[in-house]
């Protein structure tokens, strides 16, 4: 989403990098280009005009202009303006109660599911609360995500006192000991003052912990108003930013925190229920700057692989055993790390090294490998050595790619087994030469 934005804020600092002395012209000049940077990606006048107010003041500071590099050092000025620690529910109560606010189409509902399995995930024991008695379907669609996510759904069809709903909803949390409840609520299509006085009414009742706005990330300059409008209605905690995976210019993640002071929590990077994640201003900001995301990596590839599946597949590669089936296993362990665009851009500089590189490209050649592998019986995995004419035939055919494409893979994967076991023969005689080897730490 942030692509544009990311790549035009990098050529703004690029030549300050190689500068050895920092004026306020070349400052300014600078400045000028990630002000139209962040006006084009939608973000707030205001709040762009603000940024680099604060950003000049101390760019210009002796402490800059005296440093040893004084790009780098803006950038950083940069980065701590930007970043800030993520905000976490504060979820007191028993029951606590959380109002999903916002207008319609934001994806309140879809989040009221992410967020409800996010919190089964951490010990606790939601439940989800269909308060929006006015969408067609809402209360079935809700319904639908209670069971995706093996949580509990309280809906009264047919109701349309949504006090009443709450007033049971409470109830009934108390009767099966359901610690926190999320009340998904009713969107218009535009801010209206019967759809604030209900959430008002609401709120008064079930005196909710936390107030999160759900916002869609392609609101653009709009989101500051509608932010603004349902902060002074309700007084918000913080807000979900949702949609991250689409093509919209981010202004909006930018200009939430400045206008209104309140975090954003939570955001919503795909369709998929896990695609949701707690918000990371200062790795947001990392990966805007081009600095990449390492920890968001890390802690992805700890969900994916744990640790005795990394070593067991470290000690086979060591060995010289490493299977088409455990290449078939890594495969699939790296797609649950998410789209190989989203992995790229979380690699320090690795959004600008495979610029002008078709990404998609490389996620459909894994498919076909994926498809080729699936295709083999498992004696085939283990020893595709025995995999002749007529077997590659039936291969083929069977995973829908060509013959040719089918051998350039397995002579692929001949060459990465033979590089793996020069590697193993490597590290044993570095272990007899008293050298680092397994269990063993260098001098």
């Excluded at 890594?330 to 002008?356: F, I, Y």
Aim: positive net charge; aromatic residues 4%.
């Amino acid at each position: 989403m942030f692509d544009s934005l990311s790549s035009k804020l990098q050529n703004a600092f690029k030549n300050l990098r190689g500068l050895g002395k920092i004026s306020e012209a070349n400052v300014s000049d600078s400045l000028r280009e990630v002000r139209m940077a962040l006006l084009e990606a939608d973000v707030n006048f205001k709040v762009a005009r603000d940024f680099i107010e604060r950003v000049k003041v101390k760019a210009i500071g002796q402490e800059v202009i005296q440093s040893i590099q004084p790009g780098q050092q803006i950038i950083k000025v940069i980065y701590d303006l930007l970043g800030s620690a993520n905000a976490g529910l504060e979820l007191s109560g028993n029951p606590a109660c959380v109002l999903m606010v916002g207008l319609h189409g934001s994806g309140k509902t879809t989040s009221s599911g992410k967020l409800a399995r996010l919190l089964l995930k951490q010990g606790r024991t939601p439940l989800l609360v269909a308060a929006d008695v006015y969408r067609p379907a809402a209360m079935e669609q809700l319904e639908k995500l209670g069971q995706l996510v093996g949580v509990p759904v309280h809906a009264h069809k047919g109701a349309t006192d949504v006090l009443q709903i709450a007033r049971e909803a409470l109830e009934v949390a108390r009767a099966t000991n359901r610690n926190t409840l999320i009340f998904d609520t009713a969107g218009r299509l535009q801010i209206d003052e019967v759809l604030v006085r209900e959430l008002v009414l609401l709120r008064d009742l079930v005196k909710p912990q936390e107030i999160l706005l759900v916002l869609d990330a392609a609101t653009g300059q709009e989101a500051v108003n509608v932010t603004t409008h349902f902060d002074q209605a309700l007084n918000i905690t913080g807000s979900i930013l949702t949609k991250l995976d689409g093509d919209a210019r981010g202004g909006a993640a930018l200009s939430l925190k400045a206008v209104t002071g309140k975090a954003i929590k939570f955001a919503g990077v795909g369709e998929k229920l896990d695609e949701f994640e707690p918000f990371h201003p200062e790795r947001m900001a990392s990966r805007i700057l081009g600095m990449g995301d390492v920890v968001s990596l890390v802690e992805k590839a700890a969900q994916a692989v744990t640790a005795d599946e990394a070593m067991r597949l470290e000690e086979k590669m060591r060995k010289g055993q490493f299977t088409l089936e455990d290449f078939l296993e890594q495969m699939r362990q790296m797609k649950k790390l998410g789209p190989l665009q989203s992995l790229v851009d979380m690699l320090p500089g690795g959004a600008e090294a495979m610029k002008g590189t078709d990404i998609s490209k490389h996620e459909r050649e894994l498919s076909h490998m994926e498809a080729m592998i699936c295709a083999m019986t498992q004696q085939e995995r283990r020893l595709p050595q025995i995999l002749n004419a007529r077997r590659r035939q039936r291969i083929a055919k069977g995973s829908g790619v060509q013959v040719s494409e089918l051998n350039v893979m397995l002579n692929r994967f001949g060459q990465m087994q033979q590089m793996m076991k020069k590697m193993g023969k490597f590290q044993k005689m570095m272990t007899r030469m008293g050298g680092v080897g397994p269990g063993m730490s260098g001098r």
